[in-house]
Antibody, heavy 124, light 108 residues
Framework: QVQLQESGPGLVKPSETLSLTCTVS?????????WDWIRQPPGKGLEWVGS???????YYNPSLKSRVTVSVDTSRNQFSLNLDSVTAADTAVYYC?????????????????WGQGALLTVSA | SSELTQDPGVSVALGQTVRITCQGD??????ASWYQQKPGQAPVLVIY???NRPSGIPDRFSGSASGNTASLTITRAQAEDEADYYC???????????FGGGTKLTVL
């Protein structure tokens, strides 16, 4: 069974860079699928942040694209999120997740495994 | 604002049936997936595609789609079904992913 676990500093100062790592166990991330980051500000809904395909291709939310980088370390079976120039609006629970895409008469994309989430607070 | 629109809140009497909808132009081309999220927990996939359930999800959860609308139906609603439900699919450009704003389901 695939397990994902986020890790990060918990608190970041405004204008600094937020860095989070997702450690995957039970599956080699270089083998297949997309590996995504999703965030949820306190009391609000889910927002897709970005992803990396097992081939190395990356995809980002257009509203965050200028500030976000997703990378992978296959030797450690980890993928990471960097978000530059953070503000209080970036305070959220950040989830990492495995995403599949499948043709079922039309394309469907779904997150079948999630980490437990990591709260990142932006504050001086 | 999200390109996938959900009603903010829906209620259902215990044991009855409720439908949660998700509207968006991209749903004419791409299928939706549905997630259940309880307070303090990570989302859980309950339906993907028109009507596919992951293992372990009760068969009282089902999905459907027509035109620009995807629906999640819960029959014989239980108290433990009270949660936030989110739909997810591509955006209208087809290049990025987007979530609906979420629907809070209250079981009365």
């Amino acid at each position: 069974q695939v397990q994902l676990q986020e890790s990060g500093p918990g608190l970041v100062k405004p204008s600094e860079t937020l860095s989070l790592t997702c450690t995957v166990s039970g599956y080699a991330i270089s083998s297949d699928y997309f590996w995504d980051w999703i965030r949820q500000p306190p009391g609000k809904g889910l927002e897709w942040v970005g992803s990396i395909h097992h081939s190395g291709s990356t995809y980002y939310n257009p509203s965050l694209k200028s500030r976000v980088t997703v990378s992978v370390d296959t030797s450690r079976n980890q993928f990471s999120l960097n978000l530059d120039s953070v503000t209080a609006a970036d305070t959220a629970v950040y989830y990492c997740a495995r995403r599949r895409q499948q043709w079922l008469g039309s394309w469907v994309y779904y997150f079948d495994d999630w980490g437990q989430g990591a709260l990142l607070t932006v504050s001086a | 604002s999200s390109e996938l629109t959900q009603d903010p809140g829906v209620s259902v009497a215990l044991g009855q049936t409720v439908r949660i909808t998700c509207q968006g132009d991209s749903l004419r081309t791409y299928s939706a997936s549905w997630y259940q999220q309880k307070p303090g927990q990570a989302p859980v996939l309950v339906i993907y595609g028109k009507n596919n359930r992951p293992s372990g999800i009760p068969d009282r959860f089902s999905g459907s789609a027509s035109g620009n609308t995807a629906s999640l139906t819960i029959t014989r609603a239980q108290a433990e079904d009270e949660a936030d439900y989110y739909c997810n699919s591509r955006d209208s450009s087809g290049n990025h992913l987007v979530f609906g704003g979420g629907t809070k389901l209250t079981v009365l």
